[in-house]
T-cell receptor
């Protein structure tokens, strides 16, 4: 089975850097995805790490360490519009995704 | 391209009523999914369809049925609604094969209240 844990809330100021961690317990792990969801909106795909290391997409980066059962999403040059919930997602059974419970990021001016 | 569309956007049901949530995608994806999201929680998979003609149970299938009508459409039916089914329902789709399921595209959601 798959269990993913992430902090429930993170607060940072505009222009700062914030890291959202995700730890997981599973037997047979094949990667980690990240999704962003604004209040009242739909989840949108941000990134996918299949292998260990850092993946960078603009201001967002995602990291995976399979040996440490750990990943994180790094948001740089925070903007007010980055205030949202962020979910990590890993493999469930039979090509299903299992989502963490989400981290609510609040960006303060 | 509209991506993934869902109808209705909002619905209020009385306990025991039935309804069908509709979902369609225009990305030519083989795989489609139905999730529910309760306040302050992540997404939980109800049912998924790896390809046209196949459906499989997810984490929380009880009280729901699905139909993969064709490659584009995947519907979710509540036969006898219960207050515990008050939630936001999201449909999603993805490519199939390999690890494609890690990248899913979501519809705008249906906000369902059962009284």
């Amino acid at each position: 089975g798959q269990s993913l844990e992430q902090p429930s809330e993170v607060t940072a100021v505009e222009g700062a850097i914030v890291q959202i961690n995700c730890t997981y317990q599973t037997s047979g792990f094949y990667g980690l995805s990240w999704y962003q969801q604004h209040d009242g909106g739909a989840p949108t795909f941000l990134s996918y790490n299949a292998l260990d290391g850092l993946e960078e997409t603009g201001r967002f980066s995602s990291f995976l360490s399979r040996s440490d059962s750990y990943g994180y999403l790094l948001l740089q040059e925070l903007q007010m519009k980055d205030s949202a919930s962020y979910f990590c997602a890993g493999p469930g059974s039979a090509r299903q995704l299992t989502f963490g419970s989400g981290t609510q990021l609040t960006v303060l001016p | 391209n509209a991506g993934v569309t869902q109808t209705p956007k909002f619905q209020v049901l009385k306990t025991g009523q039935s309804m069908t949530l509709q979902c369609a995608q225009d990305m030519n994806h083989n795989s489609m999914y139905w999730y529910r999201q309760d306040p302050g929680m992540g997404l939980r998979l109800i049912y998924y369809s790896a390809s046209e003609g196949t459906t499989d149970k997810g984490e929380v299938p009880n009280g729901y049925n699905v139909s993969r009508l064709n490659k584009r459409e995947f519907s979710l039916r509540l036969e006898s609604a219960a207050p515990s089914q008050t939630s936001v329902y999201f449909c999603a789709s993805s490519e199939s094969g390999g690890n494609s399921y890690y990248e899913q595209y979501f519809g705008p959601g249906t906000r369902l209240t059962v009284t």
